[in-house]
C-alpha cells in the first residue's frame, strides 16, 4: 500500500512537472513564432527604407543639375545686366 501511495505521488510530481514541461514549450514556441514576425517585418522595413534611399539619391542628382543649371542662368543674368548697364553709361556719355 506504501507503495502506491509513493508511485501516486510520484506520478502527480511527473504530472505537474511535465504539465510545466509543455507551458514553457508552448511561450517558446510563441517567442520563436513573434521573433519571425519581427525579422519578417525589419525585411520589409528594410526595402522600404532602401527605395526612400534610392528615391532621395535620384533626387539629388537632380538637385545637382538643376543647380548646374541654375548656376549657368545666374551668370547670364549677370552678364546681361552688365552689358545693359554698360550701354546705356555709354548712351548717357554721348
Known amino acids: 500500500m506504501d507503495v502506491d501511495v509513493r508511485f501516486d505521488r510520484l506520478e502527480a510530481k ?3 512537472l511535465t ?3 509543455n507551458l514553457s514549450m508552448i511561450k517558446l514556441v510563441e517567442h520563436g513564432t513573434k521573433i519571425d514576425g519581427l525579422g ?8 522600404r527604407l532602401n527605395r526612400h ?3 532621395i539619391d535620384e533626387h539629388a542628382i537632380k538637385l545637382a543639375m538643376n543647380t548646374k543649371t541654375s548656376s549657368a542662368n545666374e551668370w547670364f543674368v549677370r552678364i546681361l545686366i552688365a552689358a545693359l548697364v554698360s550701354a546705356a553709361a555709354f ?3 554721348s
Not at 40 to 47: F, K, W
Open 40 to 47: 519578417d517585418h525589419n525585411i520589409v522595413q528594410d526595402n
Open 91 to 93: 548712351m548717357l556719355r
Open 19 to 21: 504539465d510545466s514541461v
Open 53 to 55: 534611399s534610392s528615391t
Open 14 to 16: 511527473i504530472d505537474k
